[in-house]
Structure formats: structure tokens, C-alpha cells
């Protein structure tokens, strides 16, 4: 069990089970979770390398590409982007 909050003293109701503590969350389903005065941040990075190595390109070079949200993507220059949600053979 997770518990998270900011009130120590609301959290302690886990006393009630019987369990043992592991001290403070440090890697949770594959995701790092950190954290510092400016809060708790989760991270993907180890599930992104074990991704990368069991496709086989753990070796590939990375790029900086930014993509604005809701951009629509299209293999041919002059292709009008399709959406997911507008096929109806699925």
C-alpha cells in the first residue's frame, strides 16, 4: 500500500493493518519517484530503457523534437493527418 499525503498524522490510520514499512517510495511499476522541496516527481526513465533495449535500440540516438499539442502527424507531405477516432473499421 501507497500513502500519500502532507498530514503525517492522517496517514498513520495504516497503522491499523498489519504490514511492514519499506520507508520512502523510491521505485514504483517501473517508475522512479523522487523527492525535494518543490514536491514529488515521477520519472519513466528506467521503463523507457527497458523499453528501448527489448526492441533493440537502446543504442539509438536521441533528438530534442518538441511536438505541440494536439499535432497530427502524416507520412507523406500533402496527407491530411488521420485520427483514430475517425475509423470506423476498428
Do not use: A, H, W
Request: proline share 3%; hydrophobic share 40%; with cysteine.
Amino acid at each position: 500500500m501507497i500513502v500519500i499525503g502532507d498530514d503525517l498524522d492522517k496517514c498513520n490510520f495504516v497503522n491499523e493493518f498489519e504490514m511492514n514499512d519499506l520507508g520512502p517510495l523510491n521505485y514504483f511499476l517501473g517508475f522512479k519517484v523522487s523527492r525535494s522541496k518543490l514536491g514529488i516527481f515521477i520519472f519513466q526513465l528506467k521503463c523507457t530503457l527497458d523499453l528501448l533495449k527489448e526492441i533493440r535500440m537502446e543504442v539509438c540516438n536521441p533528438t530534442n523534437l518538441q511536438l505541440k499539442e494536439g499535432m497530427k502527424l502524416c507520412i507523406e507531405e500533402n496527407q491530411s493527418p488521420t485520427n483514430i477516432g475517425d475509423i470506423s473499421d476498428l
